[in-house]
């Protein structure tokens, strides 16, 4: 409850937030918001300037820009979330596993790991899109096997910190199960910075998944996708520069409430920060009071 009063109270995370369920939504239901279909080709209307019909105008085949704006959300957020969700599962089966259990089972897995973060991201993404091919599976495919190594190890720390503590060894020692042991009391307190380290990747792997699409690597055409369609404005882009500042836009705009919601959440979930930032507040409007009592001064 404390979380989401202080997202509520916090204007800008609650301003992220509800970008983020707005897009999700239109996302989803997408076939509703999109007026026109956004494979439609409608070569009499090639670059033609926004109208009442099409108020976004049309790209290089007469297809509504709006719309394709609209069912773009669903592979560059939506399948996005997804491929988050299930990587986020597995580090934290993984992570659960090897902080908890320790002894050689951590150890193979932290090695396995180690081996799977010895190269930068990017590079195991491409590997592997050039191993499968290019297209959108692939490239969920790529961020789940090189995305869950990093979130079993950054959760394999959060567990070995609560397995610690007194309640814990005390459930062990009177015969409480594992399974029980770690669904009762360390799941509820790791499940706070599994939320903040979730929601730190999410906007990057956005940036990432329309970056591969621009590079021709993601969703092929005819779908939309809005790294494809900053790819397909290039030629026009002085000409018609609004025709690649729609999807460039809408990247930057939920990439940038992602981060600012995670940024809260990280606040709201850590009462150390949630402090340190009040005092944060408080040094900036007495000094901000000061250098007014000086200006009428």
């Not at 459930?171 to 380290?197: C, E, F, R, T, Y």
């Not at 729609?246 to 150390?272: R, T």
Request: charged share 15%; glycine share 8%.
């Amino acid at each position: 409850m404390n979380m989401w009063k202080h997202l509520i109270k916090d204007k800008l995370a609650g301003a992220s937030l509800s970008i983020v369920l707005i897009t999700i939504h239109i996302g989803i239901f997408a076939p509703l918001f999109a007026p026109h279909d956004p494979e439609a080709v409608h070569m009499e209307l090639r670059f033609a300037a926004s109208s009442w019909d099409y108020l976004l105008g049309n790209d290089h085949l007469g297809r509504c820009i709006l719309s394709r704006l609209i069912y773009g959300i669903r592979p560059s957020v939506l399948w996005v979330f997804v491929a988050l969700v299930i990587s986020v599962g597995v580090g934290t089966v993984i992570g659960f596993i090897a902080g908890y259990f320790r002894g050689k089972t951590d150890a193979l897995f932290m090695r396995i790991c180690d081996v799977m973060l010895s190269f930068p991201g990017y590079v195991m993404t491409l590997a592997i899109i050039g191993i499968l091919g290019a297209g959108l599976e692939n490239i969920l495919i790529a961020f789940i096997l090189t995305k869950w190594a990093w979130f079993a190890r950054v959760i394999r720390t959060s567990v070995m910190q609560y397995a610690e503590s007194d309640y814990v060894r005390f459930s062990q020692a009177i015969g409480v199960s594992n399974l029980h042991i770690m669904a009762k009391h360390l799941i509820p307190v790791s499940l706070p910075d599994i939320a903040v380290i979730a929601s730190s990747s999410f906007g990057s792997m956005i940036l990432q998944i329309s970056g591969f699409s621009f590079l021709g690597l993601g969703i092929q055409a005819p779908h939309a996708e809005w790294g494809m369609m900053v790819n397909e404005a290039r030629e026009v882009m002085f000409s018609r520069p609004e025709l690649m500042a729609a999807p460039g836009l809408a990247i930057m705009i939920v990439v940038s409430a992602v981060n600012f919601l995670s940024d809260a959440l990280q606040v709201a979930l850590d009462p150390k920060l949630m402090t340190f930032k009040g005092k944060l507040q408080g040094h900036a409007a007495a000094s901000a009071a000061k250098l007014h009592k000086k200006e009428v001064a």
